[in-house]
């Protein structure tokens, strides 16, 4: 390995709903096809018990970005358009983590996804901007995959879902085809963009720092062919253990939670047939990925890169009888991907299986690129993991929910995740506590049980240590205009969250 005189670049992919279980390895979903990830394996560490700090795209992001909670940087809940994006946007306050490394000489760009209310603005991402998407716009001429579908004569709107095709597309459960052919869609069109920010630093002495972030494969699953709907049989999916599981449907009739779905309101066959569109949409997010590697490798850059694969959150797709995202903190929601390539590539591929949480990565990043970690950074440096250190980093992970949309019905959950035990705290009475070594599955909820009562204690106070430390306000929660208490009884329709 040769030496390095500078900085590592860094490198920062982000799916979008993408469930840990997706993942390369043993453990993976049988029959997927992901040949990048599988090469960035074989390279690096893939952690097995990431977690996000709350299952909703919004705050995940701001906490994969900041290295903050969503209660400390703000973001609660999902942005939406405006007039509602003026009540919740990334404070200007809040540092990202281009505007650390920004300091130290690095050129940073964005493409994609960004999702946190500033607009066309990406902060100390702005050397280089690839934008789509009506969130992240401020005028729809800065919206390129709009502008780029006009010279194709197509018609779309500024949204992720208005790109289907309309004669196919099954609005129930949500399947069909783009309007996009492959080399045209919005996301590879984002990619494209993020190699040529990669080639153009070839020969600048100057470090770069790079997110890219794509919306697959969050649901619609309308990837573009070869990719998507077609790529897999429905027939050969398989459907999770816990489909007929009784408790998540209950626990989400209790919160009145308004986006999570029944599974039971689809047939197995519709089942079936979303599982193959979100294989198929996660293989696209491997093309994609090996774009952005090519990209790496052609340029020279790849042995000088710190790259780091990871989402926002998971999904339940059937997984506790539940569809989406919402008031729950089961491992299907919350586990996420996590693949990190150290500088040099300088030890074989290995999984690590202690827990790290979203707001590990920004600290992690700063040691490794020499700058300062401030004390007001939430996370650790999970480096002697990546390194193949055996002892943990942390006792434990955080979970957080407040509403699926700021402004929608609130269900606030908090979480505490353990190597071998959950805890969900909440304010209506539907507390969970799962023995996760004798019960992986978080089918037996022994939070009433009384042999479990001295570890529901335990987690509790152990909880509530750490939402003291953080400044976490709990059980207050941060109320929208609209709302008046923390029922949800008075709300506004807002939308689908994207």
Known sequence: MRQRQRPPNVVLFISDQQ?????????????IRTPHLDWLAERGTLFRRAYCTTPICTPARASLLTGLLPHTSGMVANHQPKPIADELRLPADVRVLADYL???GYVCGYSGKWHLGSGGD???FNDFVSRSGTFDVDSPDQNESVTFAQRLGLAIEGSYSQNVDRTDFDPKTRLGHTLHPLAF??????AVHAATFIRQQAGDARPFCLAFSCHEPHPPFIAPRPFGVGMYAPETMPLPATLDDPNGPDLMRRRGDDHLRAASRFSVDELRRMWAGYYGAISYVDHLLGTILAALVDSNALDDTLLIYTSDHGEMLGSHGLWSKGAV????????????MPP????PGHEAERLVSQIDLVPTVLAWCGADVPDRLEGVDIRPLIEGGPAPVREAVPLEYHSVVWGGHLSPLRGWRTEEWKYVETLDGTDELYDLRADPAETRNLNDEPAAAAARERLKADLHRW???????????????NLTDTTGATKRTVGAAE
């Open 185 to 190: 869609h919005p996301s590879m069109l984002d």
């Open 122 to 124: 990406r902060r100390g």
């Open 329 to 340: 903190f089961y491992e299907e929601l919350v586990n996420v991907p996590l693949l990190i």
């Open 19 to 31: 469930r840990a279980d997706s993942m390369p390895g043993a453990r993976a979903a049988p029959g």
């Open 344 to 347: 040099g590539g300088s030890r």
């Open 467 to 481: 939402l003291a430390a953080t400044g976490d306000r709990w059980p207050e929660v941060p109320l929208p205009p």
């Open 102 to 104: 920004k300091p130290l």
